[in-house]
Nanobody
Framework: QLQFVESGGSLVQPGGSLRLSCAASGFNFGTYAVGWFRQAPGKERERVAC????????NYADSVKGRFTISRDNAKNTVYLQMNSLKPGDTAAYFC????????????????WGQGTQVTVSS
């Protein structure tokens, strides 16, 4: 079973950039799709981006398209989320999770949630 550790979150000004990392431990990392999710206080967890097990078909929530980029390095068992042009509305705890092979639009299809990393966008 995979486990994830997220890192890279911090306080950043609007318009700034951050790169989040999701490091996986366990085996067969290369057989899982990995998604990035976020949850702001008082809101439901939402899927931000997902990438399939081979690194193809990245897909994004409409709210982050053109600003966020998901990528993975299977040799390092790590998935990244490059976040540019950050907005106060991006403030949330960011999590990663996995499912077999291909992405899904349903958050409940993912498992092995990490502890999250906090991103705060504020001036």
């Amino acid at each position: 079973q995979l486990q994830f550790v997220e890192s890279g979150g911090s306080l950043v000004q609007p318009g700034g950039s951050l790169r989040l990392s999701c490091a996986a431990s366990g085996f067969n990392f290369g057989t899982y799709a990995v998604g990035w999710f976020r949850q702001a206080p008082g809101k439901e967890r939402e899927r931000v981006a997902c990438i399939d097990f081979r690194g193809g078909s990245p897909n994004y929530a409409d709210s982050v398209k053109g600003r966020f980029t998901i990528s993975r390095d299977n040799a390092k068992n790590t998935v990244y989320l490059q976040m540019n042009s950050l907005k106060p509305g991006d403030t949330a705890a960011y999590f990663c999770a996995h499912r077999r092979r291909y992405c899904s639009t349903a958050t409940t299809d993912f498992g092995s949630w990490g502890q999250g990393t906090q991103v705060t966008v504020s001036s």
